[in-house]
């Protein structure tokens, strides 16, 4: 037997949990996810495990754990409420992590099972298992032990070997005609959705974490593509495999948004994938289990910067049954535009009407209601008292951030050269000025609103205005080389120091982005023109704009290597020289050409030199995938 950490609760052994960012690594960075430890499956050998009603098993889950919450959700699509009890686990804070814990229940204790910890029902069933404890899971009452982990196929379970348990008309979740193609599907969507985004924020290379933001993305595009023409994956009816996409779907811009730092699109920029998520989330056991509010918070206890984020300002400003139940109309997709679900011929057999209600059943029931109920642990802990209010903007910390700082060095920088550049020149002064009140007012202004808002709707109305003078420069820059014409100005100092900071620093506070700089062409190019001028290179500081919360707040020598790498590849490149300089338009005006014509010092050790290099590419190493995920991949182009 292996060697374990352990620490005393209320007088119970319980295991430290292993600590996947140590023990879920590989030699290259790469987050490999723990295999499923208990995968008996059910079904009628000798072996297998025996699908029984009548609460013989119970089901574990957790309200942010996607994994657990399909299983959730087909439990009560098929009516199995009354059949398989069900419990719900958080994490709890104790000296050092001890996994799953029954924190809903009086004295954090399983009123079935005895149990504090999911893991006493880990080790019972096995002593030596050394992973962590994950949920599902699903637990036999009768043992304690847990007999299947299996999330892979526990759904496929509920719908299949349960299926005499099913309540009378009971969705066909994984009709027979289908199987073949919804298991490449599910295998398909967890190699390139579901698992994708844990990838990329566990990886700790940059390799590994743009494995999966790449994949993730990719696949949303062409999930959009096949959800234009299809009511849900399959066509007309809702089957295993929407199931797994939603709940991917459903943490996207609240809660993933907070852990990639990489988000390159939020969900309700899709227009088939959002009505599609929004009509799923109208059918109740997908909004039953549901918990946008529990996965918007982040740990209670957490300090500085994420007590400025966009779900903690607004997490009891925010409407999400608002949001979510504005439901587009897709229903002209679907042969049967009336039903989403279709109904089984044959569930129930092994169920009577008398086992359903029974006073055991009606009572479980209301306890299942009750967890529906409460908060998560996590949410509870914050009060009104705790959270920024309209009362009190000033409660929230301050942002590191050095942009006024970097802005006039910049200037004076450029205004000590020996050739006395005008970056106010008198020949172009109303365009100058101009294009400095429009960054003031339509870029800097709405910005800092954003970010220091506690009041939704004013935050809404900045981000209105800001996305849009994006669209606006976007388009503009187009035309023109520099915001007032030829030549740098202040305007493009002012603008610089602001953008250069959003995807690094400021997209962190400001829950799901419409855009990344650089995704805007124009934009990104035009930011990559002006770094060129030393001035703006030997300012610009990538690895401390990243750095700088993580700095103040965790006391460290350098921001997580994961994080601080990540935005010097996509920044690499020279300008493309969108534009040449044209003579200047009037004599008295200095061009400030020469200035543009010269780069960055290439010998400097600064990290911000790395975006004016030319650096050769590092062949990224290719992630193993399996055999059978490659032949999964033609399932999603099929209609």
Not at 153 to 180: C, D, I, M, S
Request: glycine content about 4%; hydrophobic content about 35%; some cysteine.
């Amino acid at each position: 037997m292996a060697n374990y950490d352990y620490e005393i609760v209320n007088g119970r052994k319980i295991r430290v949990r292993p600590k996947e960012t140590v023990s879920e690594i590989d030699k290259n960075g790469y987050f490999r996810r723990q295999p499923n430890h208990f995968t008996t499956p059910f079904g009628d050998g000798e072996n297998d495990l025996k699908a029984e009603g009548n609460k013989r098993y119970r089901l574990v889950w957790a309200k942010l754990c996607h994994w657990s919450n399909r299983a959730a959700i087909v439990r009560e699509l098929e009516g199995l409420e009354d059949q398989i009890s069900v419990n719900m686990v958080e994490h709890a804070p104790h000296e050092k992590n001890l996994g799953w814990e029954y924190v809903y229940n009086e004295n954090n204790i399983d009123p079935v099972l005895g149990d504090q910890f999911l893991s006493e029902a880990y080790y019972r069933a096995d002593d030596d298992y050394q992973g962590r404890t994950t949920v599902p899971a699903l637990i036999d009452t009768t043992t304690g032990k847990v007999v299947n982990n299996d999330y892979n196929w526990l759904t496929t379970y509920f719908e299949v070997n349960f299926r005499p348990w099913h309540k009378k008309g009971a969705p066909e979740l994984y009709p027979v005609e289908l199987r073949e193609e919804i298991d490449k599907m599910n295998l398909w969507l967890f190699d390139n959705i579901n698992n994708a985004v844990y990838r990329s924020s566990f990886s700790r290379s940059n390799e590994g974490h743009f494995d999966g933001v790449n994949t993730f993305y990719a696949a949303m595009d062409r999930l959009e593509k096949r959800l234009e023409t299809n009511r849900f994956i399959f066509g007309d009816y809702v089957t295993d495999s929407d199931i797994r996409l939603y709940v991917t779907l459903a943490r996207l811009d609240i809660r993933y948004t907070a852990q990639l730092g990489e988000t390159k699109r939020p969900l309700y920029t899709y227009k088939n994938l959002w009505g599609y998520a929004k009509e799923l989330w109208e059918i109740p056991a997908f909004k039953n289990n549901t918990f946008f509010a529990d996965f918007a918070v982040p740990p209670a206890d957490a300090k500085g910067s994420v007590e400025r984020s966009f779900n903690v300002r607004f997490l009891k400003q925010l409407d999400f049954a608002q949001f979510w139940g504005n439901v587009d109309d897709r229903s002209a997709l679907s042969s049967d535009p009336e039903h989403k679900l279709k109904a089984e011929t044959d569930a129930g057999t092994a169920r009577s009407d008398a086992d359903v209600e029974t006073e055991k059943n009606r009572e479980d029931a209301a306890i299942y209601a009750k967890i529906h109920a409460i908060p998560s642990t996590e949410f509870a802990k914050y009060t009104e008292e705790e959270l920024p209010t309209k009362k009190d903007p000033a409660s929230l910390p301050p942002l590191a951030d050095t942009r006024e700082e970097d802005y006039q060095t910049i200037l004076a920088e450029i205004r000590e050269l020996p050739d006395e550049p005008e970056l106010s020149p008198t020949a172009n002064a109303k365009s100058s000025t101009a294009a400095s009140e429009e960054v003031k007012k339509k870029i800097a202004e709405p910005l800092d609103t954003m970010l220091n808002a506690v009041e939704l709707a004013q935050y809404v109305e900045s981000a209105k205005q800001f996305y849009g003078a994006l669209e606006e420069l976007e388009t503009a820059l187009g035309a023109t080389r520099f915001l007032a014409g030829d030549f740098v100005t202040e305007a493009d100092a002012a603008l610089y120091v602001t953008l250069v900071r959003f995807d690094l620093l400021y997209s962190r506070y400001l829950g799901p982005v419409k855009y990344r700089v650089q995704d805007l062409k124009n934009v990104s190019d035009y930011l990559k023109d002006l770094y060129q001028i030393p001035a703006f290179a030997h300012h610009t500081d990538f690895a401390a704009i990243i750095a700088r919360e993580e700095l103040r707040e965790r006391k460290t020598a350098s921001a997580p290597a994961h994080t601080t790498i990540w935005h010097f590849r996509r920044l690499t490149g020279m300008h493309s020289g969108r534009f040449r300089p044209s003579a200047p338009t009037c004599p008295q005006t200095r061009p400030i050409r020469s200035i543009l014509e010269t780069t960055a010092d290439s010998t400097s050790t600064r990290p911000g030199t790395i975006w004016a290099q030319n650096l050769r590419k590092k062949r990224r190493k290719k992630r193993r995938r399996p055999a059978d995920a490659a032949a999964a991949d033609q399932i999603i182009d099929k209609k």
